[in-house]
């Protein structure tokens, strides 16, 4: 097999493309294929969206590809360094060139759904060069072609310098800071972009989404036919060199010594503390939370973007999120830090080894957690707050505070071990180390999971502050504690009564069981409708319904995104109440239709 992997560069291009397609293929079941089905369906809808744009405002069409990039770009980073199909590790021993290898791993990259949507997307490229004759439809055409390899490219190289320059704590909380302020960016950028707004603005806007990678075609079908074929070459110049620079770096990374961690400090090792219990388990968490790059990733992207995101409103004058973003990082801290057990691998079998250590590990766990975030969350929720002189804001803080802090402390354990991923063991990870090897849809579905949770615990603080300002601290003390102790000791009781299973199930996956229904026994459509619901029905649900309704009730006038306050107000609580139905609806309908799909005919049951 790698004798013939080695006769040309064409042989090794179509084996990498074979693998590549019988990875997707023989991954097209259950909940892969859901994923897979739905993710295509939104992507066409964008590519065809985007065709529409150049047809009916093509001045928009630059911005509108700069976004198709930024998805390349960002992606990678969002699902922690990129989900790689075929690392370049497996080829290691292969008897080729890197430049040869990595022009093969490009070809085997193309191999697939995302690639091909994108290419639907830039055929609006030619579509805007229809106005400029059939010179514009032929630049239009080539420049298509040219620009999905330079993204793809791009998306490839990102990956790889992820993959091989990521190896320290502050190049780790690096990377995490750029992905808090992109997720902050693409919530709330159109804030600064509104206050910058005007012609000036405009004119260097449109010089800028030109000059981006993505916007090379449009410049060239735009420009006299010497300068857009100019621009073509370069851009098959640029392809060149990101390619060598590709080939460059999996080489390096594949020579490099792949880790998921920092390793100890010469020298002799810092004992742990001679205590016991839960004091112990704390330490040996809180060395871990400083030493796992994967962890320090995912806790400066919550704090960056609690940090960001009230930063971006500020452009309109808005200080309303300023106080509240301590209890934004708590929330985005416990959602990347819902599968704790998983992340850790089947060490768990330490802890099922020592008699009754499973209590004193959830509630070292706890402590760990809260030393992490909770003092951070403190000082950025004191000093928002004073920063702001938002003086009403001090009962809602002071409240939500601490029932955020306990509430995340519980529900984190509790997910930890009822809804644990499996995950690749830390001195088992690849040569990303940004990527723990688990099942990335279902981590996220977690995390969404923990972002509902977390917010409800602090609900009896929230009523009460309504019933009386103060009244909402003492609510919220004792809501954070009784959700941390209690949650808690759900989570030992059950890691006590099934610590194997979930030991076994890190160490083999789900074990197939024959007759239990699930959500991929579904029809495809209705897998495609139920995971669509449960990805969108949070944005008409709380912030389009739930949130306007607070702040009218309050009498807040700042209208923000919200857009039933940019509506009269006869149409307002109208439209509050629509969208909260919408997201009770769509929520509604992926949970009963597979209820009913699901349940056995009468005439089964007979």
């Not at 080695?6 to 097209?28: D, E, G, K, W």
């Not at 969002?78 to 590790?89: C, D, Q, S, T, W």
């Not at 309109?316 to 819902?338: E, K, N, R, T, Y």
């Not at 990805?535 to 607070?550: E, H, K, N, S, Y």
């Amino acid at each position: 097999m790698a004798h013939g992997l080695t006769l040309s560069p064409a042989a090794l291009a179509q084996h990498m493309i074979r693998m590549r397609l019988a990875l997707m293929r023989n991954s097209l079941r259950g909940d892969n294929a859901t994923n897979l089905y739905t993710g295509v369906s939104a992507g066409l809808i964008l590519a065809f969206a985007t065709i529409a744009v150049a047809v009916l405002w093509p001045a928009y069409l630059p911005l509108t590809l700069a976004a198709w990039l930024a998805g390349w770009i960002f992606g990678p980073i969002f699902i922690g360094g990129g989900n790689e199909a075929l690392r370049p590790e497996y080829f290691s021993m292969l008897p080729a060139t890197p430049g040869r290898i990595a022009a093969a791993l490009l070809a085997g990259a193309f191999a697939g759904p995302a690639p091909a949507v994108n290419l639907i997307a830039l055929m609006s490229l030619p579509v805007y060069g229809w106005r400029f004759g059939p010179a514009g439809v032929l630049i239009g055409l080539a420049a298509a072609v040219t620009t999905l390899i330079t993204v793809v490219m791009i998306s490839r190289v990102i990956v790889a310098l992820i993959g091989l320059f990521v190896r320290s704590r502050a190049t780790a909380a690096a990377v995490g800071i750029v992905t808090g302020t992109a997720i902050a960016l693409c919530s709330n950028g159109w804030a600064p972009a509104v206050a910058l707004g005007g012609a000036d603005t405009a004119a260097w806007s449109q010089i800028l989404v030109r000059v981006l990678p993505s916007g090379w075609g449009v410049a060239a079908i735009e420009a006299p036919w010497p300068l857009a074929l100019a621009i073509l070459v370069a851009g098959v110049g640029v392809i060149a060199l990101l390619l060598a620079a590709w080939a460059s770096l999996l080489s390096r990374r594949v020579v490099s010594a792949a880790r998921g961690g920092v390793p100890p400090r010469r020298g002799t090792p810092r004992p742990f503390p001679s205590t016991s219990g839960a004091r112990i388990a704390a330490a040996k968490e809180l060395r871990a939370w400083w030493r796992d790059l994967v962890r320090i990733q995912l806790l400066a992207t919550a704090f960056s973007y609690a940090i960001v995101t009230p930063l971006l409103l500020l452009a309109l004058d808005v200080w309303v999120m300023v106080p509240f973003a301590g209890l934004i990082a708590i929330v985005m801290a416990a959602a990347s830090s819902a599968n704790l057990y998983g992340a850790d691998g089947t060490a768990l079998w330490l802890t099922l080894m020592t008699p009754g250590a499973e209590r004193a590990d959830v509630r070292g766990r706890q402590r760990a957690w809260l030393l992490i975030v909770g003092p951070a969350a403190v000082i950025l929720s004191l000093a928002g707050t004073l920063i702001s002189g938002l003086t009403w804001a001090w009962p809602w803080v002071l409240g939500l505070l601490p029932a955020l802090l306990g509430g995340g402390a519980g529900v984190i354990v509790l997910l930890a071990v009822t809804s644990l991923v499996p995950g690749t063991d830390p001195h088992k990870r690849g040569g990303n180390p940004l990527s723990t090897g688990a099942d990335e849809t279902a981590e996220t579905s977690l995390a969404w999971l923990v972002l509902l949770a977390v917010p409800a615990t602090a609900l009896p603080a929230a009523g009460a502050i309504l019933l009386h300002p103060w009244a909402g601290v003492a609510t919220g003390v004792l809501t954070g504690a009784l959700c941390a102790w209690g949650l808690g000791r759900i989570a030992y009781r059950r890691l006590e009564n099934h610590g194997i299973d979930l030991l076994n199930l890190m160490k083999h996956g789900p074990a197939p069981q024959a007759g239990k229904p699930t959500t991929a026994d579904l029809p495809v459509q209705h897998r495609i409708g139920v995971t669509i619901c449960y990805t969108i029905a949070w944005l008409p649900l709380f912030p389009q319904g739930v949130v306007p309704m607070v702040m009218k009730i309050f009498g807040i006038g700042d209208s923000s995104w919200f857009l039933a306050l940019h509506l009269p107000p006869i149409w307002q609580w109208p439209t509050v109440i629509f969208m909260i139905a919408i997201g009770l609806l769509m929520y509604g309908y992926a949970i009963l239709i597979p209820m009913r799909l699901n349940s056995p005919s009468p005439a089964t049951t007979r």
